[in-house]
């Protein structure tokens, strides 16, 4: 909604800038989306009065106008052909400045001097929507009846562009914000001013209304008020300039006097309204009621509108003149030959205004207010404005009396004020007087002795105490609430929990390994188990069925992730993606029992997913790299033959103090297939839970070492079949307590290697914390070790 500053300060004494204002405004709710200067950026542009239009002497399409610009008659060559001597037109003198920074100096053109330069719309940052009747090509010609207008005059003050503009957002339930009104009451509560409603006084000099017209109302549920007045000796004719440039600046484009006052008591007050033609009402009455079957409607836009039985019309006494709350039809609207009119105020039910203006198609500014649900009990004061302006512009008579049907009041509402409760709520200690000031300057009526408040008819947003206490929060200021930690037994500042410390170590372990993270779906589809080799009876089939699927791809739980990473890998593969690195941290999804009504156990799960990029190596030092983050010690690496996703020969099963924690290695060829991925692709999928309940978040200090590290070299020669676990444990057993590292650098089989064997090779590292290590020490703990592992493995050293 655009608010003028000017029109504002009329109701209200405003002494600060627009943006203090904005920002006032926007701490109570009204949020300012934008402030704008209507002729910004214009500096020395002036009315310019042509005097005479000769032809210029040196090129044909040129011409020398004199023209008065006040204080003097300057020369202006142009371009244009639309103006002609007589004509009021907007000129940029000698060092004036136009929208964008343009700068205007005196020139000679084709050898005649110009002391300035006659302006378009488009020049002067305008367009046709503000100047209908302008012409797009050509010097804006100034329509000389407007008011006030002489030569010299500045062109912002002439065209009503000097006004600052707010541009605000008004959230649904505060239609009573969408007014000036309404407005200029939330500012003058949140800077503490007076607010200065009009004052209505009427003459009312024609005749008894009831001489003049009639109203029915025959639906009282879709319009709770319907009420009019009549107005006779009606005189069509422009707006004052003061009209027309506040109608302007908020959006809207004049029309004639009478229409335009409708609007201008909308924008002012929020109560759409509407004038009818009296005289081409049949019988002159006005019945409020449900359309008829088959009914149609031409409304003023000139559009056929079709009606039907839900809808709710103004009619006369003969056919629908209006569909209520949207549009007027074209037959009973204000022309030039209008001399009687009947002014409509009303109320319509804002569910039923919304549902007929989306049947036909057509939403207007009348109906989005109707739609938010309007005051009641502003019908009659809008009515009475309305009729004020017709008398103070000389547009017609007023009748005497008001037609008002208004069959149902509601009850006046009132709440209890507890201020002990509203700061407890806020976590504040306002004062009730403070808190009384607030509302008052809401209207609300307040009985102090009682606390009582009565809530007025325009905030049907306030239901209850809470609302209260928001009102005095929002005028208290946010800003004044101190900041509190909420009380209790429990801490109140927030931070992770050890849990998820663990998690965020381990999705950022797997992005530091070059992973990227990836979201899929939980549902599956039970096909998925066929493409995964996955046997009849197997554990993984018994899954959680969705109800009402949206389809069988989506129609139940999954229990493994590594369909969803499969298919992620083989997307990126098909689109020539060379290779990838994936991660997901998710669940997997198990029934927990019989009965539908059971929940299934949700299992947190770490896949891991790569082809192009490394081997089942690879992928074990990445397994490795988070554990070692965590602090797991205890955890061992076994081959895995018989699980039917992976490859029996590439995969292992990781173990961590005895429990099987995941299985990683190369996706077999055949599942690889299936899912169209890469011959080599590699997965591991990991339980996070055990990952959680063993991982080490204390971080232990040690020393750095003061006597040096004695490193000795091992290569040995054991059969194929022979684990590097079982050869690192022996190792340690019998390294010692000197022991310091132990490194596992290179496995080799090949042409001087014996049919069935490798050479294992190892870097071992002993130190003491308080000496240095003996040659001879040194030497006896590599002694255990050798003989210890030729008594296991047969193994002999590699020469």
Same mark, same amino acid.
């Given at each position: 909604?655009?608010?003028?500053?000017?029109?504002?300060?009329?109701?209200?004494?405003?002494?600060?800038?627009?943006?203090?204002?904005?920002?006032?405004?926007?701490?109570?709710?009204?949020?300012?989306?934008?402030?704008?200067?209507?002729?910004?950026?214009?500096?020395?542009?002036?009315?310019?009065?042509?005097?005479?239009?000769?032809?210029?002497?040196?090129?044909?399409?040129?011409?020398?106008?004199? +023209?008065?610009?006040? *204080?003097?008659?300057?020369?202006?060559?142009?371009?244009?052909?639309?103006?002609?001597?007589?004509?009021?037109?907007?000129?940029?003198?000698?060092?004036?400045?136009?929208?964008?920074?343009?700068?205007?100096?005196?020139?000679?053109?084709?050898?005649?001097?110009?002391?300035? =330069?006659?302006?378009?719309?488009?020049?002067?940052?305008?367009?046709?929507?503000?100047?209908?009747?302008?012409?797009?090509?050509?010097?804006?010609?100034?329509?000389?009846?407007?008011?006030?207008?002489?030569?010299?005059?500045?062109?912002?003050?002439?065209?009503?562009?000097?006004?600052?503009?707010?541009?605000?957002?008004?959230?649904?339930?505060?239609?009573?914000?969408?007014?000036?009104?309404?407005?200029?009451?939330?500012?003058?509560?949140?800077?503490?001013?007076? &607010?200065?409603?009009?004052?209505?006084?009427?003459?009312?000099?024609?005749?008894?209304?009831?001489?003049?017209?009639?109203?029915? &109302?025959?639906?009282?549920?879709?319009?709770?008020?319907?009420?009019?007045?009549?107005?006779?000796?009606?005189?069509?004719?422009?707006?004052?300039?003061?009209?027309?440039?506040?109608?302007?600046?908020?959006?809207? !484009?004049?029309?004639?006097?009478?229409?335009?006052?409708?609007?201008?008591?909308?924008?002012?007050?929020?109560?759409?309204?509407?004038?009818?033609?009296?005289?081409?009402?049949?019988?002159?009455?006005?019945?409020?009621?449900?359309?008829?079957?088959?009914?149609?409607?031409?409304?003023? *836009?000139?559009?056929?509108?079709?009606?039907?039985?839900?809808?709710?019309?103004?009619?006369?006494?003969?056919?629908?003149?209006?569909?209520?709350?949207?549009?007027?039809?074209?037959?009973?609207?204000?022309? *030039?030959?209008?001399?009687?009119?009947?002014?409509?105020?009303?109320?319509?039910?804002?569910?039923?205004?919304?549902?007929?203006?989306?049947?036909?198609?057509?939403?207007?500014?009348?109906?989005?207010?109707?739609?938010?649900?309007?005051?009641?009990?502003? +019908?009659?004061?809008?009515?009475?404005?309305?009729?004020?302006?017709?008398?103070?512009?000389?547009?017609?008579?007023?009748?005497?009396?008001?037609?008002?049907?208004?069959?149902?009041?509601?009850?006046?509402?009132?709440?209890?004020? =507890?201020?002990?409760?509203?700061?407890? &709520?806020?976590?504040?200690?306002?004062?009730?007087?403070?808190?009384?000031?607030?509302?008052?300057?809401?209207?609300?009526?307040?009985?102090?002795?009682?606390?009582?408040?009565?809530?007025?008819?325009?905030?049907?947003?306030?239901?209850?105490?809470?609302?209260?206490?928001?009102?005095?929060?929002?005028?208290?200021?946010?800003?004044?609430?101190?900041?509190?930690?909420?009380?209790?037994?429990?801490?109140?500042?927030?931070?992770?929990?050890?849990?998820?410390?663990?998690?965020? #170590?381990?999705?950022?372990?797997?992005?530091?390994?070059?992973?990227?993270?990836?979201?899929? $779906?939980?549902?599956?589809?039970?096909?998925?188990?066929?493409?995964?080799?996955?046997?009849?009876?197997?554990?993984?089939?018994?899954?959680?069925?969705?109800?009402?699927?949206?389809?069988?791809?989506?129609?139940?739980?999954?229990?493994?992730?590594?369909?969803? #990473?499969?298919?992620?890998?083989?997307?990126?593969?098909?689109?020539?993606?060379?290779?990838?690195?994936?991660?997901?941290?998710?669940? +997997?999804?198990?029934?927990?029992?019989?009965?539908?009504?059971?929940?299934? $156990?949700?299992?947190?799960?770490?896949?891991?997913?790569?082809?192009?990029?490394?081997?089942?190596?690879?992928?074990?030092?990445?397994?490795?790299?988070?554990?070692?983050?965590?602090?797991?010690?205890?955890?061992?690496?076994?081959?895995?033959?018989?699980?039917?996703?992976?490859?029996?020969?590439?995969?292992?099963?990781?173990?961590?103090?005895?429990?099987?924690?995941?299985?990683?290695?190369?996706?077999?060829?055949?599942?690889?297939?299936?899912?169209?991925?890469?011959?080599?692709?590699?997965?591991?999928?990991?339980?996070?839970?055990?990952?959680?309940?063993?991982?080490?978040?204390?971080?232990?200090? !040690?020393?750095?070492? !003061?006597?040096?590290?004695?490193?000795?070299?091992?290569?040995?020669?054991?059969?194929?079949?022979?684990?590097?676990?079982?050869?690192?444990?022996?190792?340690?057993?019998?390294?010692?307590?000197?022991?310091?590292?132990?490194?596992?650098?290179?496995?080799?089989?090949?042409?001087?290697?014996?049919?069935?064997?490798?050479?294992?090779?190892?870097?071992?590292?002993?130190?003491?914390?308080?000496?240095?290590?003996?040659?001879?020490?040194?030497?006896?703990?590599?002694?255990?070790?050798?003989?210890?592992?030729?008594?296991?493995?047969?193994?002999?050293?590699?020469?």
């Amino acid at each position: 909604m655009k608010v003028p500053i000017g029109w504002l300060k009329d109701y209200l004494d405003i002494d600060v800038s627009p943006k203090e204002l904005a920002e006032a405004l926007t701490m109570t709710g009204s949020k300012v989306e934008g402030i704008e200067t209507r002729g910004e950026g214009i500096q020395g542009v002036v009315v310019g009065k042509v005097l005479e239009v000769s032809p210029h002497p040196n090129a044909d399409k040129l011409v020398v106008t004199k +023209v008065d610009v006040g *204080d003097e008659v300057v020369q202006v060559v142009t371009g244009a052909t639309n103006m002609k001597a007589g004509d009021f037109v907007p000129v940029a003198l000698h060092g004036s400045t136009l929208p964008g920074g343009v700068k205007i100096t005196k020139c000679k053109l084709r050898g005649v001097e110009s002391n300035g =330069m006659m302006c378009s719309l488009e020049e002067l940052a305008l367009s046709k929507e503000d100047y209908p009747d302008a012409e797009e090509d050509g010097i804006f010609i100034i329509d000389p009846a407007a008011e006030g207008l002489k030569p010299g005059q500045d062109i912002r003050e002439a065209m009503g562009l000097n006004e600052t503009v707010l541009d605000l957002e008004i959230t649904s339930n505060r239609p009573d914000c969408l007014s000036i009104l309404g407005i200029a009451r939330e500012a003058g509560a949140a800077l503490g001013r007076k &607010l200065k409603k009009p004052d209505i006084r009427l003459a009312e000099e024609g005749d008894d209304i009831r001489n003049y017209a009639s109203v029915e &109302l025959e639906a009282p549920d879709l319009c709770p008020r319907y009420a009019a007045r009549v107005v006779t000796d009606v005189r069509i004719g422009p707006s004052p300039k003061w009209m027309a440039d506040r109608l302007k600046a908020a959006g809207v !484009r004049s029309i004639n006097n009478i229409v335009d006052i409708t609007n201008y008591v909308m924008l002012e007050l929020g109560q759409p309204m509407h004038a009818f033609d009296l005289d081409s009402l049949d019988r002159r009455k006005i019945v409020v009621r449900r359309a008829a079957r088959g009914e149609s409607i031409m409304t003023l *836009d000139g559009q056929e509108r079709l009606l039907d039985q839900t809808m709710l019309v103004i009619a006369d006494g003969a056919r629908p003149v209006a569909v209520a709350g949207v549009m007027g039809g074209e037959g009973s609207g204000i022309s *030039d030959s209008t001399r009687t009119i009947l002014l409509e105020s009303a109320n319509f039910n804002g569910i039923s205004v919304r549902l007929t203006a989306k049947k036909i198609g057509l939403r207007t500014e009348a109906s989005s207010r109707f739609e938010k649900g309007l005051d009641v009990e502003n +019908v009659i004061t809008a009515l009475d404005r309305a009729a004020q302006l017709i008398e103070e512009l000389g547009a017609g008579k007023v009748c005497k009396g008001i037609i008002d049907c208004f069959p149902a009041k509601p009850e006046k509402r009132t709440i209890k004020l =507890m201020p002990e409760k509203i700061n407890s &709520l806020l976590g504040t200690s306002i004062e009730s007087a403070e808190m009384l000031r607030i509302f008052k300057s809401l209207e609300f009526e307040v009985d102090e002795e009682k606390l009582l408040l009565g809530i007025p008819s325009f905030r049907p947003d306030i239901e209850r105490e809470a609302d209260l206490a928001e009102e005095v929060a929002r005028f208290y200021g946010y800003n004044s609430i101190r900041p509190t930690l909420m009380s209790g037994t429990t801490p109140t500042i927030g931070r992770k929990t050890p849990k998820q410390k663990i998690e965020d #170590m381990i999705k950022a372990a797997a992005v530091s390994c070059g992973f990227s993270e990836i979201y899929t $779906y939980s549902f599956t589809s039970p096909r998925v188990f066929d493409r995964l080799r996955i046997p009849e009876g197997s554990e993984m089939r018994k899954t959680v069925t969705i109800l009402n699927p949206l389809g069988e791809d989506c129609s139940i739980m999954r229990t493994t992730t590594v369909p969803e #990473m499969l298919k992620v890998i083989s997307t990126n593969y098909s689109r020539m993606v060379e290779k990838a690195r994936l991660f997901e941290y998710s669940f +997997v999804y198990l029934p927990s029992g019989e009965g539908e009504d059971r929940l299934p $156990y949700e299992k947190p799960v770490l896949t891991l997913g790569m082809y192009g990029d490394g081997d089942f190596y690879d992928l074990k030092g990445v397994v490795e790299e988070i554990l070692e983050l965590l602090k797991i010690d205890g955890f061992s690496f076994e081959p895995e033959t018989d699980n039917p996703i992976f490859h029996p020969g590439r995969t292992a099963a990781l173990w961590i103090r005895g429990e099987k924690t995941g299985t990683l290695g190369e996706i077999h060829q055949e599942v690889a297939e299936n899912f169209q991925c890469p011959e080599r692709t590699y997965a591991a999928v990991i339980d996070v839970e055990p990952l959680i309940r063993e991982a080490r978040m204390e971080s232990e200090y !040690r020393p750095l070492p !003061r006597f040096p590290a004695v490193t000795r070299d091992i290569a040995i020669l054991v059969e194929d079949r022979i684990l590097v676990r079982d050869i690192e444990r022996v190792i340690r057993e019998k390294a010692g307590k000197y022991l310091e590292n132990m490194s596992l650098f290179d496995i080799y089989r090949g042409k001087q290697i014996p049919e069935g064997m490798k050479s294992v090779a190892y870097s071992i590292s002993f130190r003491a914390p308080d000496r240095t290590l003996t040659d001879e020490e040194v030497n006896r703990s590599m002694g255990d070790i050798i003989n210890s592992l030729k008594a296991s493995f047969s193994a002999r050293l590699r020469e």
